[in-house]
């Protein structure tokens, strides 16, 4: 656990592929945009079939069909976009970029490719491409609440942690209540230095018993680093072994007292009682463990099309 957590956040990104670390995932998060049906009626018919499949993690269904599509149609850009997105979801980025690229070269105005593009990008540690495809969706389509949230995570993982905010705050405002947006400035708060002000606005989220199990995460490493392990392992026992939920707050004891010596902010200089608004849903969602992350929902979450 040698990462510093607010200025090595990148590293992350091994989340993907490592399920036997212990310490939480917090990581931003994203939604599922489903590609618009086109063609004959049964080809629309097989794309939401698919679409089903990848959504439920049934990958060699979407892929038969997806592949049977393209190869049916290979300028089909739904086609193209699903056989990226089930790539993406096996870890081959490299292959999946280029599907993606492909559809939208076929239609460079459609976003679902062009949020595929990004997504890789992330995990490829190519900030600025991220960055400058998101704000081709956000052109395309201002005030989008998953490009502004995939724009909000690239810039933080850059370290642009001001800038992450202030397109978080703006996209919040024309989308009130969306919790990817609401999760990803409240993880934004919290690596920049301000768990207390993140944990408020995560808060805000888990109240909910709907809320993503991400916020849960987010708002457990909140508190570790204000110093209530209590609040911390009530949140992470919810998704995480004892064992697990252990390491983690051993993980926050250290990172809070790296932050109280190099001068943390003074909303760190106490610990945080919990609220009631702590409690969340019953619901158990399975967590993947591993070092603080701060990459979008992509890493382990649904796949946005």
Known sequence: MKTDLFFRVTVLVCVLTTAACTTTVTQHAT??????????PSTASELR???TALESGNLDMATTIYSRIVKADENSVPGLTGLGNTLYAVGDFTRAGVYFQKASQIEPDNTAPLIGMARVAMHQRRLADAAATYHRVLALKPNDALA???LGA????AGDHAGAQDVLRAALKANPGDPMLAVNLGLSLVLSGHPREG??????????PSAPPQAREDLALAYGLLGNTEAAAELLGQDLPKASVDDNLRYYALQRARLMGASAPSSMSAPMSAPTATKVGTGKESAVSALPAAVTQAANGPLAQ
Do not use: C, H, K, Y
């Not at 939604?31 to 004959?40: A, F, N, Q």
């Not at 944990?199 to 909910?208: E, G, I, S, Y």
């Open 31 to 40: 939604d599922i945009r489903p590609l618009e049906p086109r063609g004959t």
């Open 49 to 51: 079939i698919a679409e």
């Open 148 to 150: 502004s949230a995939g």
């Open 154 to 157: 690239a810039l933080d993982l």
């Open 199 to 208: 944990a408020n606005v995560l808060l805000d989220v888990t109240r909910f």
